[in-house]
């Protein structure tokens, strides 16, 4: 018999109030040319100073270089964001300009702008849908499902979430390879722009290599990417995975409680906030991709309906590094102590 549940209350407080919500986020959508170019020049202008400034430092001592680097490495958030609203068409009111822009903030980020764009319009239209998991999301298993798991899925599973792989290897695997390969699921399109990124990202680097030295220009790009890369896993890794989550099943699956109560809102110290781009409203962001990141803030400030979403600080988040599963029973993130006791489904059995 199939079971049902009442609404998720979103993080440890009442059920968030929807009603009128495709009105309240209309106000926001609109993008301004101005503000955009702002951030834009705000963003890329200082990035390409600093590795004027790493040239010239490289004569000096990499003492002033890798201070640089990391530097670098946080403006390649800021610079992901605008990529990010790029994909979902929000940056610039033209889909040629947040294309033409997109694909340049995807070179620098080494991001294929069309595939990332498919796969995250995946990972919106399926946030916190446990039936529709797998594209553009952290692989996150279910309690029961672990337990029905053979021996070696286990194994892999358990290596994945472990925090040094999930948050130091990974993100450079992600951005440095995984990103260069076209996903099945891409049409010829997207496989094609892939491709034509990697070419692209190839010529930049030739370019810059020739200038700062190959092996100089490795290690700057390396510390930057290392940055970035780690940095932008874990936002999106605390997105969707903190305590009171919102997961459910089809048909319960509800597109505005999932965004409210199954995207959190990060609330950052303002320096982090402004590089990584207000994504910490990421509660909004889910409820409308439309939003301009510059709007996300304004919006939070303005309506009740989202300011009853609970914050997520900075020393809370920290204990998301301890959920591994989702235990729907108790419909929850847990650990892996949940499982003592539990005895293991025999494989292929949920």
């Given amino acids: 018999m199939e079971r049902r549940h009442e609404p998720k209350p979103s993080q440890g407080c009442t059920p968030p109030q929807t009603t009128g919500w495709k009105d309240i986020v209309r106000k926001y959508q609109n993008s301004s040319a101005a503000r955009s170019a702002w951030q834009l020049g705000n963003t890329l202008v200082p990035y390409a100073l600093l590795w004027v400034l790493m040239f010239h430092a490289l004569r000096v001592s990499w003492w002033l270089v890798v201070p640089l680097a990391i530097l670098a490495g946080a403006f390649l958030i800021r610079t992901f964001v605008i990529f990010h609203d790029c994909t979902h068409g929000s ?5 040629r300009a947040n294309e033409v ?17 498919f796969e995250h319009s995946v990972h919106h239209s399926a946030a916190g849908d446990l039936d529709r998991r797998g594209i553009g999301d952290v692989w996150t298993l ?5 337990l029905a798991a053979s021996r070696w899925r286990r194994f892999s599973y358990r290596v994945f979430r472990n925090p040094i792989v999930l948050f ?3 993100p450079l695997l992600l951005f440095l390879v995984v990103n260069r390969i076209p996903v099945k699921e891409a049409n010829s399109t997207v496989r094609r722009w892939v491709w034509i990124t990697n070419l692209a990202l190839l010529l930049m680097a030739g370019g810059l290599a020739s200038v700062y030295g190959l092996a100089n220009y490795l290690a700057i790009q390396g510390i930057a990417i290392a940055v970035a890369s780690i940095a932008g896993v874990w936002l999106f890794y605390v997105q969707h995975q903190f305590e009171d989550v919102y997961w459910e099943r089809r048909p319960d699956w509800d597109f505005a409680q999932a965004a409210l109560a199954g995207s959190s809102f990060y609330r950052l110290p303002k320096v982090l906030q402004w590089f990584s781009g207000n994504i910490g409203y990421h509660h909004i962001h889910h409820l409308s991709p439309r939003i301009p990141n510059y709007r996300l803030a304004q919006a939070h400030a303005a309506e009740p309906m989202f300011q009853q979403v609970r914050p997520l600080t900075l020393r809370a988040s920290v204990k998301s590094l301890g959920f591994r599963l989702w235990d729907e029973e108790n419909r929850r993130l847990t650990g892996y102590a949940v499982l003592k006791g539990r005895a293991r489904c025999p494989d292929g059995v949920e």
């Fill in 168 to 170: 130091g290897i990974a």
């Fill in 142 to 146: 279910t309690v029961q499902e672990y």
């Fill in 101 to 117: 822009t997109g694909f340049v903030a995807g070179l620098l980020t080494i991001t294929p702008f069309h595939q990332w764009r």
């Fill in 91 to 95: 940056f610039f009111k033209s889909k």
